[in-house]
Nanobody, 124 residues
């Protein structure tokens, strides 16, 4: 059974940092692109960041560019989202996801597997 499990969310003050992790099990994801999305109350799920199967090629939403860093450890079947300089508007449930085709990384519909989400709250 394939599972993606996020962790690392929580409450942080504006300007603070959090590191989200996504641990995958049930299969190897070394050939999958992976991404992070977020959804705030009353809003649609939006793209945050993604990287290709090997890791070096990364993509970011304009709203997080320069503040967030995506990375992966294929040996551990785990990927990460380092979030710095957090703002109240970053508050949302964050989801990790895996994309077998390594294509359309900005599009949530292109992802095959999803985690259950982890809450990030940023106080002003």
């Amino acid at each position: 059974q394939v599972q993606l499990v996020e962790s690392g969310g929580g409450l942080v003050q504006a300007g603070g940092s959090l590191r989200l992790s996504c641990a995958a099990s049930g299969r190897t994801f070394s050939t999958y692109a992976m991404g992070w999305f977020r959804q705030a109350p009353g809003k649609e799920r939006e793209f945050v960041a993604a990287c290709d199967w090997s890791g070096p090629i990364t993509y970011y939403a304009d709203s997080v560019k320069g503040r967030f860093t995506i990375s992966r450890d294929n040996a551990r079947n785990t990927w990460y989202l380092q979030m710095n300089s957090l703002k109240p508007e970053d508050a949302a449930v964050y989801y990790c996801a895996a994309n077998s085709k390594n294509a359309r990384l900005y599009d949530s519909r292109a992802y095959d597997y999803w985690g259950q989400g982890t809450q990030v709250t940023v106080s002003s």
